[in-house]
């Protein structure tokens, strides 16, 4: 077996970082591999080479680091780990479409033989096939490298076919991870886990059951500093071809015949393939496209999507997306999936809601407002929790029920395990070979294939987004896409 990985602590690497000076790299990546150090998870030799290009010195760089990445750190490890964290940085020069600077990294990475190195490409995709074909005039292509590829990959099927097969001319795909962070929080594991782990909830995962599922990624942030980026790809690419598909499989999927990184990745793939196509005539009535307008966030008024920098004032990108999904086969036939993502939002919330059929007849009381049916809500943000909603007789002389839930997330152990932030579990894993909880080519190609239409519509009828005050959940038209099958969303209800 692949020593690399084994071990609770991962092997020596080196970790490559392409768009080091950029927002993912200082907001996420940084911070994550800052956790990993100060957990003792990274090998001590491992180094982080970063690549930027802009002609910083190492100095100016590790000083941005100080402004910008520190302060937004937490815990009491922070001051005692830093000083060693950063020693391990390396920043370089590097400019994707000039060759001195991968000659540079190749003297670096070839001056010591790190059994593991990675390439983490957190740039725009149309440097990727560029990146690549640099690596490999100057040898870095070999065994020993792993690439890590940012979502959304291109911009629909073809054009990330065609990246995924130029990457494929340098990279084997058990070389390459396609990385979808919401696969590595916290919850979404236990979800395998707690489904999987138990008899309880498998016999009841099924159409006869489940009236609807429901999935929400809100959030109250707007476009932020990336609205260059965000105008050209919109909610349905950057959000729904990847996080939310995902979250959908990992909740539809039947059990893998093992843990291995293939048999979730196969199954994951039966249910996109499984996922009924929206013909161009429904997506009007089966998918809401907002776009928000002036309003408020955190109690202060907040611009609109077209006032932010960098978006232009005529913008039609989509910032919400609401859909009705529906999965083709025996265990969800008729069951339907909404999905919804939405910038500026009235909270911050991520959470999964399976909502299961009510009982055949009523024989008690039920308090007013409470919503019929068992519900299973797993939430990944802001805290993350699997709380299953049921209904119990009120105590006394009554038949009341009350609503009750129970908390399945942290069994009692009486230890404190430290919890992991996604993206630190899964650049652990790329560091120790871990193929599992990244996304396959085959996946992503299906989750392209069943976006396109959509996509392909609202470009043809010029569909414009629908308004939506920011600090709300999103156009009126989101909340009729369940009411008229008699639904409503999670919050609403
Ligand atoms: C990213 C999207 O993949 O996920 C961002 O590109 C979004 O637009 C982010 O803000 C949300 O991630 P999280 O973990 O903060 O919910």
Redesign the pocket.
Known sequence: MDSSKTGAQAPDFDFVLFGATGDLARRKLLPALFDAHAAGALHPRGRILALGSQPLSHEAYLAMLDDEVLPALAGNAVAASWPSFVERIVYLQVDANAEPGFDALAELVNARAAPVVVYYLATAPHLFVRICEQLSRVGLTDQRSRIVLE??LGHDLESSEEINSAVARFFAEDQIYRI???LG?ESVQNLMAVRFGNVLFEPLWRREWVKEVQIT?A?E?G?ER?GNF?DGIGALR??VQ??LLQLLCMVAMEPPTSLSEDAIRDEKLKILKALKPIQPEAVAEKVVRGQYCRGAAGGDPVPGYVSEPGIPADSRTETFVAIKAEIANWRWAGVPFYLRTG?RMQS?V?EIVIHFHDVPCALFERPLGTPAGNRLVIT??PEESIRLYFLTKQPGDTQALVPASLDLQRPGTGTRVRRMG?YERLLLDVIRGRLGLFVRRDEQVQAWRWVAPILKTWQTTNTPPKLYTAGTWGPAASSALLSRDGMAWHEEM
């Open positions: 979502k959304p979808d962070h919401y929080k990624i959030e942030l476009v990336r965000y950057d959000m990847n996080h910038k911050r991520a990944l943000q996604a």
